[in-house]
């Protein structure tokens, strides 16, 4: 091992290339088995009209000149989330792209600002068809990089168990001793949250609240110190059915409009994807957008603006469920490094 820091210098890029070039490996063997899943590859532009609108994600601005010089604010896209769904709407209805995303805000050793995010799209499918893809991805990444466990400092799962299925609200029951759905609206998913009750369950946990947390800003506290931390160990997880409020671009289960069809994979503690029944109303998703918008106007001061073609494309956009993987975790994972840095041909400069 040198003692050189630099990612740049040969003894450094020495260490590190075994693990890029199982990086690139990993890549052509995932492209192989989503294109013998009859699935397209595409490619979407990077410089968006909106970057997403959720509150907690943080974009890189940048300026369009057209011939006119006239300058448009644009932004590097935090997900190809909107495009992909416009070539749904098109009539796409299988694709899936390693798309280069960008996060502000972002760098520890799960988080970089640039990253490479593998997303997909089944038209017609129900969201649970999302979940076998990720059993399949998992060993297909195990495979690729030995055959060993995943590891992530002193965690481990093996990716080639079943993942365990566990709902948000049997999380919160489980790990903090919190009745979940008794804090929601018994029938409106729109309907106002019972913040006191959610902080009390919190508070008898451990957690340490502020006086102006909202409903939200609990929950996120609760999962993020009492739940997150207990998943994927010895067998990956998928956490699902997420309360409606924590799922903006998401439709409400058949069964129980408080909770949607949102999940997100786990193994060692660390989340691997995102995924949703896709919500195709674009009445509703502009409304949920709204609240994020406020929202993050509320804690950060700024919002970003609405991508207005991407509200008509979900109107004719037909059912769908669609996910995004963070292809460098998965990488980082399967040979076991320490940092999402370790797995990167190049950093970004800090």
């Not at 593998?118 to 690729?144: F, K, N």
């Not at 409400?252 to 994807?273: K, M, Q, S, W, Y």
């Not at 603006?305 to 994972?333: C, K, N, W």
Request: with cysteine; net charge negative.
């Amino acid at each position: 091992m040198t003692n050189d820091a630099r990612w740049w210098s040969p003894a450094r890029h020495a260490d590190r290339r075994a693990a890029l070039i199982t990086r690139n490996r990993l890549r052509r063997t995932l492209t192989d088995w989503f294109e013998a899943e009859d699935f397209t590859e595409v490619e979407c532009p990077a410089v968006q009209v909106s970057p997403g609108n959720e509150a907690h994600l943080h974009a890189f601005a940048t300026t369009l000149l057209g011939p006119d010089g006239v300058p448009r604010q644009r932004y590097l896209h935090t997900s190809p989330e909107f495009t992909m769904k416009k070539l749904i709407a098109a009539g796409e209805t299988r694709i899936f792209d390693f798309a280069r995303v960008w996060r502000n805000r972002e760098r520890t050793a799960l988080h970089h600002p640039e990253f490479t995010m593998l997303e997909w799209y089944r038209v017609g499918s129900p969201y649970e068809d999302l979940m076998r893809d990720c059993a399949d991805l998992l060993a297909i990444a195990a495979t690729t990089a030995g055959g060993g466990p995943f590891r992530f400092r002193d965690r481990s799962a093996d990716p080639y168990a079943e993942p365990e299925r566990i709902t948000v609200a049997e999380a919160f029951d489980r790990f903090a001793g919190i009745d979940l759905l008794a804090t929601l609206h018994p029938t409106d998913p729109a309907g106002e949250p019972d913040r006191e009750r959610l902080a009390a369950g919190a508070r008898a946990a451990g957690v340490a609240l502020a006086a102006d947390d909202t409903w939200s800003d609990i929950y996120s506290r609760v999962l993020a110190e009492k739940v997150e931390p207990h998943l994927g160990d010895d067998r990956p997880a998928i956490l699902y059915e997420y309360p409606s409020h924590e799922a903006a671009l998401a439709r409400p289960t058949a069964h129980d409009p408080r909770v949607a069809e949102r999940f997100e994979l786990f193994a060692c503690g660390v989340e691997l994807a995102n995924a949703f029944g896709e919500l195709t109303d674009p009445i509703e998703q502009r409304r949920r957008f709204g609240l994020e918008m406020a929202e993050k106007r509320r804690i950060y001061g700024e919002d970003y603006p609405l991508d207005e073609d991407f509200l008509a494309a979900l109107a004719t956009m037909p059912a769908t469920s669609g996910i995004a993987l963070g292809f460098d975790r998965l990488v980082m994972l399967a040979l076991g490094a320490p940092r999402i840095d370790d797995v990167l041909w190049a950093p970004v400069a800090g």
